[in-house]
């Protein structure tokens, strides 16, 4: 019944945006906005390889990040305990812990390496709004989108307002919070900084970080069915294959980066962990 009471509401609004594009005063405002923003001068064009290889590792992380996030939130009995060697008074974390607090330093370094190259090369411009007429546009590919009317894509010059707003709220306030809300909930905090802590407490991290993890997994689901659903192989050929053309390409090479990511949502279990973490700490019950 939940499902199909879903489905009734998606079908009215549907209409309801679909009669709304009909009305003058909404046209007059689709044609004012046509749902994008020109990029500022000198902006690049296409996407580079370099970018491409950041997805990748970005997806591959966020994936075993949020799959070792609700292990650690859900499980009742770790499979086993991880304690590091070094320090006074070591504390012991479960090895579940240990895999999500190490992937999240990876992921923090491939933040870091992107931010930097988005800086240098001029790729900040089609992610960070440059005037305040995305709003508008965003509304107005919004409605697009709802009446089931899209946008024109053409991600490899320019993405729509919409898209503009998306990939900045991730990558500059949830990917930050994300972190911030991480790092105090975790043993490398200072226990010391009293002020710190009564400023930031450790029950604001937690309310903030759940509902950060179920941002990000509500973004991967919009984003990749609407990679899919707005000619998939050109988008795949965007990000995957470097290139503006229409071919399997970018499609293969995205098929290969889900057998890899698939391999380590697999491996991500204490026979194969282990080993890897006793490297670095004392692994036990």
């Given at each position: 019944?939940?499902?199909?009471?879903?489905?009734?509401?998606?079908?009215?609004?549907?209409?309801?945006?679909?009669?709304l594009v009909t009305t003058e005063?909404?046209?007059?405002?689709?044609?004012?906005?046509?749902?994008?923003?020109?990029?500022?001068?000198?902006?690049?064009?296409?996407?580079?390889?370099?970018?491409?290889?950041?997805?990748?590792?970005?997806?591959?992380?966020?994936?075993?990040?949020?799959r070792s996030g609700w292990q650690v939130?859900?499980?009742?009995?770790?499979?086993?305990?991880?304690?590091?060697?070094?320090?006074?008074?070591?504390?012991?974390?479960?090895?579940?812990?240990?895999?999500?607090?190490?992937?999240?330093?990876?992921?923090?370094?491939?933040?870091?390496?992107?931010?930097?190259?988005?800086?240098?090369?001029?790729?900040?411009?089609?992610?960070?709004?440059?005037?305040?007429?995305?709003?508008?546009?965003?509304?107005?590919?919004?409605?697009?989108?709802?009446?089931?009317?899209?946008?024109?894509?053409?991600?490899?010059?320019?993405?729509?307002?919409?898209?503009?707003?998306?990939?900045?709220?991730?990558?500059?306030?949830?990917?930050?919070?994300?972190?911030?809300?991480?790092?105090?909930?975790?043993?490398?905090?200072?226990?010391?900084?009293?002020?710190?802590?009564?400023?930031?407490?450790?029950?604001?991290?937690?309310?903030?970080?759940?509902?950060?993890?179920?941002?990000?997994?509500?973004?991967?689901?919009?984003?990749?069915?609407?990679?899919?659903?707005?000619?998939?192989?050109?988008?795949?050929?965007?990000?995957?294959?470097?290139?503006?053309?229409?071919?399997?390409?970018?499609?293969?090479?995205?098929?290969?980066?889900?057998?890899?990511?698939?391999?380590?949502?697999?491996?991500?279990?204490?026979?194969?962990?282990?080993?890897?973490?006793?490297?670095?700490?004392?692994?036990?019950?």
């Open positions: 019944m939940a499902a199909a009471g879903l489905l009734v509401l998606l079908a009215v609004v549907v209409l309801l945006a679909r009669w005063p909404v046209q007059g405002f689709l044609t004012r906005y046509p749902g994008e923003t020109e990029l500022p001068h000198g902006a690049p064009v296409g996407l580079p390889a370099w970018l491409g290889w950041q997805h990748f590792f970005n997806v591959f992380l966020m994936v075993l990040i949020i939130r859900t499980q009742r009995r770790p499979p086993a305990s991880w304690t590091p060697n070094r320090g006074r008074n070591p504390k012991k974390i479960s090895i579940t812990l240990w895999l999500h607090q190490s992937l999240d330093i990876l992921w923090l370094v491939n933040g870091v390496v992107f931010a930097v190259l988005l800086a240098v090369t001029g790729q900040w411009m089609r992610v960070i709004p440059t005037s305040w007429e995305v709003f508008p546009n965003a509304l107005s590919a919004a409605l697009q989108y709802v009446s089931l009317d899209w946008p024109t894509e053409n991600g490899w010059v320019n993405y729509n307002s919409l898209q503009v707003l998306a990939y900045f709220v991730t990558i500059f306030i949830a990917a930050p919070l994300a972190a911030v809300t991480g790092y105090r909930m975790s043993a490398m905090w200072p226990a010391k900084a009293k002020r710190l802590s009564t400023a930031f407490p450790i029950e604001a991290a937690r309310a903030l970080h759940f509902p950060v993890m179920l941002y990000f997994v509500g973004f991967i689901i919009v984003h990749v069915a609407l990679v899919l659903s707005t000619g998939a192989l050109r988008n795949l050929n965007h990000m995957y294959g470097g290139q503006d053309a229409v071919n399997w390409f970018g499609f293969w090479m995205f098929f290969a980066s889900l057998l890899v990511i698939a391999g380590g949502w697999f491996a991500a279990r204490p026979l194969v962990l282990a080993p890897i973490a006793s490297l670095f700490g004392k692994v036990g019950r």
